[in-house]
């Protein structure tokens, strides 16, 4: 072996070490559930990489996870037969956190008074590897890459660096021993080197792990006689394949959190069976909240596949559209290939159709909690309406149901949104179109001299201030019949029958004592306009600026100039 290096931790690294630390959870038992977590991916790696490469030196013959207890050493050690991770990896993956965002996250745990507070968002995040320093003051890792011939020992005390080593030999997989802390000793509630203990908490995070747990258990017969023989701790039973009937609440719960490395409760759980000449299982997720980075490129897809209980794939695009990103779950096909590749899957017409089927149960599922719990709903729509309404772009075939469940700002109420079909209910007699106005924000829209005449009118306007209303509103037709009408584009007449009988002759004298200075306003601003004319929309402000009923709205170019174009 090669002598250690000392690395520091990334900032971010630190402090969310320093929270492990001074262990903000009350809840110290969900280390072993995040290492048993971590366990269970390496094997799923270690089987898909064994198969797509059929020279790779592994052996998958009985891939498994350990535990072992030292009571004299008072060390507890997981163990995986894994994918491993190279030195380069450990470094990467174990010292620093790639995820978007932690550094905004780390800034407002800073800020959160309370204990409870940071809980809740630290838990949006996953604690993962750094929540073994909960409980234990020093954590080995030692780990052979599958197919690598070295191996890598890191080592920390949870301060502000760790040590690393290369290693001639170790078995393959990943080996991670918790020093537990001294100042826990006589605790029986973190007694981790007690065999009950670890076997309560196995069964309570981990019993649907699909790979064995195993542990040497000690056996003290009739006779007074103890033995030692390993056992297996979880069931292994794959929750979705599980009639609904039999899976409680909890059970869920904890899998969702193992597949989200979210800290709180779904919003809804969607368990269902297909069957017939396709069979499938299906358990998705909608989570309570936006996860960090939803909006940005890196975001995953959340559904994973299965064939017949195997993994074969996490982010799952070919089953969850892309505006579907937050929804977690996984499927799990009987009659496809374990071989899949992600070509075929674009192609299998099975996959479209499972894909139709899951979109349509999740939209249906929503609209279903539109009507029954309106609380919920706003939740929903608040976490992730912006990204559902990308849908209204890519999914022809949903587009109604999205409107269906779709909400928006609007002059009606400073704080409530309104449905559509809630809009169209109040519009007014004679009114045909629904009328919006995009915007930055609902300040920039309110103060615009479009909304005017609308609002002296007494018409309700929706307020439309995500970027992504720019685009949708391009390419819906209309709801229920009824158009979309920009306040600021085309001639909106808004004037009744008897009003504009009346004002016939008036707007005639108009027209004439305005002509002068209309033909000279058109040739002061030249090729900046199209055509000066008199409006009859504007009540205070003097002028304002149409777009035509063809032309992009002002938002919409400067998202086009941002993009270069
Ligand atoms: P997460 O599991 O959310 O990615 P963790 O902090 O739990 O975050 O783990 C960080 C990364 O370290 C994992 O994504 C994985 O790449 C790597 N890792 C952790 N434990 C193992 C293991 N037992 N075998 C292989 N890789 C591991
Ligand atoms: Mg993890």
Redesign the pocket.
Known sequence: STGTETFEFQAEARQLLQLMVHSIYSNKDIFLR??I???S??LD?VRLAAFADKDLAVDTSDLHIDLEIDSEARTLTVR?N????SRD?VII??GTIAKSGTAELMQKIRESKDAAGSQELIGQF?V???SSFMVADKVTLL?RRAGEDTATRWESDGGATYVIETVDDAPQ??A?TLHLRPEDKDDQLFDYTAGWKVREIVKRYSDFIAWPIRMAVERTDNDGNTTSEIQTLNSMKALWARSKDDVKEDEYKEFYRHLS?DWSDPLEIIHMRAEGTFEYESLLFIPSRAPFDLFTRSAKRGVQLYVKRVFIMDDCQELMPEYLRFVKGVVDAQDLSLNISREILQQDRHIQLMRRRLVKKVLSTVKGIMASDAERYQTFWSEFGRAVKEGLLDDHDNQKTILDISSFASTRDQDELTTLAQYVERMKDGQTEIYYSTGESRSTIENSPHLEAFRAKGYEVLLLTDPVDEMWVQSVQDYDGKRFQSIAKGQVDLDTEEEKANAGPEREQQEKDFAELLSWMTDQLGENVKEVRLSSRLTTSPACIVGDAQDMTPTLEKMYRAMGQ
């Open positions: 995040e290492l977590s971590n366990a991916d390496a790696k995986d894994g994918v491993g991770m990896e993956l174990i996953g993962g590897f750094y780990t997989g990943t991670v490395h």
